[in-house]
């Protein structure tokens, strides 16, 4: 008995319909293996620009009390970069601050540094380290009482108090690149010996150096103003005292037989030069 044959059929005389709907199954498996496999697309964080911090809510900065009392604003993105306003910002939903105690020119300085990374005067050349800084026509001349270096000093210690180090070596700077008279220089002593803790060096060690070489001007242009200022910071005069007896220790050789040496003589600049001090920045 013969075997039947195989009936293949004919290509032509499969319907469409079906040809079509066999493609979209294998299509609708190729898009399942597809949504299958891991998002391999990293998730990159946006960018932020300049123009997100002028998007930032306003702050109202209360600076002084009673008459002298004066309102700033400033964008909460840029107050964020003080880790003293993120804090407090950030424990309240009121938009205003309170600084009754703070310097308003020093508050501006503050603000102007957020905005610009710096603040005025500038230093004409910022990446040298011998820049003199910018003009400014509101100074007395001759500074006697010290306005200059105070505003650069009260920068510095506001510096310290929102948190921004970077700010107090920029103010440090400036103080090193700072003119003044020996009245001026006192003053500026007396603010950084109230103003400052005993444990920050940085700024009181030049102070005392500063007057450590100056005997001849001690003398003659602020006497009185240097022993009301010892009898006031006993630690100014005691800081004072130790550079002068190390210095003349040096100058003696305590090496020897316990002999005199020959007599120190320190140095006697003009008050008035621009200050020789070792600066942050």
Known sequence: MADPEAQIPDVEDTPIEDVEM?????????????????????????????VDFFKSPIVELIVGTGEDQTVLTAHQAFLHKS?????????????????????????????EYLYNDEYFPKRLHPHSKDSALETDPTLPSPDDNGVAL?????????????????????????????????????????FVYKETS??????RKPV???????????????????????LEF??????????????????????????????????????GRKRARVSQG
């Open 150 to 190: 105070l505003r650069h000093a009260r920068v510095y210690t506001l510096a310290d108090k929102f948190g921004l180090p970077a700010l107090k070596s920029l103010a440090h700077s400036k103080i090193h690149r700072t003119g003044s008279t020996a009245r001026g220089e006192m003053a500026y002593a007396r």
């Open 22 to 50: 066999g493609a979209a199954e294998d299509g609708e498996g190729a898009e399942a293996e597809e949504s299958m496999l891991p998002d391999i697309e990293p998730d990159l964080p946006a960018r932020e620009t300049f």
């Open 234 to 271: 006993p630690q100014f005069a005691f800081d004072v005292l130790t550079l002068v007896l190390d210095q003349k220790e040096k100058g003696s050789g305590s090496g020897g037989g316990g002999g005199a040496g020959p007599s120190v003589v320190l140095p006697v600049p003009a008050s």
């Open 208 to 230: 005392a150096a500063f007057w450590a070489t100056r005997s001849h001007v001690l003398r003659h242009e602020a006497d009185a103003k240097f022993r009301s200022m010892c």
């Open 83 to 111: 880790p003293y306003f993120a804090e407090l910002l950030s424990q309240s939903s009121s938009r205003r601050v309170d600084l009754p105690h703070d310097d308003l020119t020093a508050v501006g300085s503050f603000l």
């Open 198 to 203: 005993a444990e920050d060096t940085t700024i």
